[in-house]
Structure formats: C-alpha cells, structure tokens
Nanobody, 115 residues
C-alpha cells in the first residue's frame, strides 16, 4: 500500500511560477513510475509529466519547456516546477505512483492561474 500527499499550488498570476511536491509513504520500495496528472471539471484526467525511478521523464506537449519534473528517491518524493504559467494550466493536479501492478493517487491540489 502506498499513500501520496501533495503540497504546493495555490493562486498565481499568469506568467508566474509555482511548485508542487508529492511525498510517498508506506510500501515505497519498488515504486517505479511517478507522475503528475491534472483534471479540469468535466474533463478526463491527463498526464502532465512523469518520471521513472531511473530518471527518465515524459511531458505533455502543452507543458514542454515550461514544467520540470524531478525526483528524490531517498525522500520518496517528486516535484513539479511550473514556470510561465498560463490560465489554461488552471486545474487540480494529482500525484500518481505505480507500484507493481497497482496505481495510487494523491488527493489533488488546486493550481489557479489568474490572467
């Protein structure tokens, strides 16, 4: 069993920056891929960025060059640095972790970008 707790986000002006953190606890050994997803009301949850335990990263086209995902395996944590934020980045952001065949989700944290 894995628990994920997100922090960060909040209200930020367009063009500004924000950062998110996600810490995993529980059976953290063998967590492979972790990532950030976002979901707007009435829409499907979409991948923002992901990172494997080896450091391989994947980004959605809409955030490439603006967002950076990083990972600290010793702290069982991932981070998302978001720069040049746009109003369309407004969403609830969810942390995600793959542990063997199971997938775990955090409770989500709101990021609101004002124009």
């Amino acid at each position: 069993q894995v628990s994920l707790v997100e922090s960060g986000g909040g209200l930020v002006q367009a063009g500004g920056s924000a950062s998110l953190s996600c810490e995993a606890s529980g059976s953290t050994f063998n967590i492979n891929r972790m990532g950030w997803y976002r979901q707007a009301p009435g829409k499907q949850r979409e991948l923002v960025a992901a990172i494997t335990s080896g450091g391989t990263t994947t980004y959605a086209d809409s955030v490439k060059g603006r967002f950076t995902i990083s990972r600290d395996n010793a702290k069982n944590s991932i981070y998302l640095q978001m720069n040049s934020l746009k109003p369309e980045d407004t969403n609830v952001y969810y942390c995600n972790a793959h542990w063997f065949s199971a997938v775990y989700w955090g409770q989500g944290t709101q990021v609101t970008v004002s124009s």
